[in-house]
């Protein structure tokens, strides 16, 4: 392996159970990572090995080291393409309804923010592939939530029931990226007749317009 490893001072003893699997090396760079060392002790690592090397959790010898990802940074990791399908699968899963219950996915979801007023929602939940914030979005904090205008089930739980207006960030917490996406699909779901609307109609009495 050769990959140049730098490693971070004060962090030698860490009650973190990694797991060991292949990482390709796309996304090696900049990849906080747990280095297992011939001694025994892990301490966090950022490596920099090229496009060309190749990583793997086999170990070579004894002088060179295991890369092992962290079990906490992987989590957080958004780099997986989930079909769409799978997602509406998982709406009629046992474990969504274990989370989430018969209430839509933004009812639990609580923002963090100082001051009486809630500001607007952040930008993003997610950048360089990776959640960069310890409260996503109810969206971006489950990778299996995809926004596509088929996903019937999950757009129809944004939309209120009385007047058929899309709910606003204020009230679902969704970051300004989500809210966007989930504009285009209910849009596009209405125009290919997946979600109906009611469209206005006004009643003239043409009376008085008869000489």
């Known amino acids: ?19 060991a699997f292949t990482v390709s090396s796309k996304y090696t760079t900049n990849l ?8 025994g002790s892990l301490s966090f690592a950022r490596s920099f090995s090229k496009p060309s090397d190749e990583v793997s959790s086999e170990p070579n010898t004894e002088s060179e080291p ?34 989430y219950g018969s209430e839509p996915v933004w009812v639990k979801y609580r923002r963090n923010f100082k001051g009486q007023f809630a500001p ?13 914030t310890g409260n996503p979005c109810p969206i971006c904090r489950d990778e299996y939530l995809i926004l596509d205008y088929r996903n019937v089930e ?6 209120s029931p009385f007047n058929g207006a899309i709910l606003p960030t204020q009230k679902t917490g969704l970051c300004q990226t989500k809210q966007r996406e989930l504009l285009v699909a209910i849009t596009k779901a209405k125009n290919y007749g997946l979600i109906a609307f009611d469209v206005p109609i006004r009643e003239y009495d043409y009376s008085d317009y008869r000489s």
């Open 66 to 99: 295991t890369l092992v990802v962290d079990q906490k940074d992987a989590s957080k990791m958004r780099n997986r393409v989930i079909p769409v399908e799978t997602s509406m699968k998982y709406l009629k899963s046992k474990g969504y309804s274990t989370t």
């Open 120 to 132: 607007e929602t952040r930008k993003t939940c997610i950048r360089q592939e990776k959640l960069s």
């Open 154 to 159: 999950l757009l129809k739980q944004f939309i």
């Open 1 to 19: 392996m050769a990959a140049r490893v730098v490693l971070s001072q004060g962090l030698r003893q860490l009650a973190i159970s990694p797991i």
């Open 32 to 39: 906080p990572v747990l280095l297992k060392a011939g001694g």
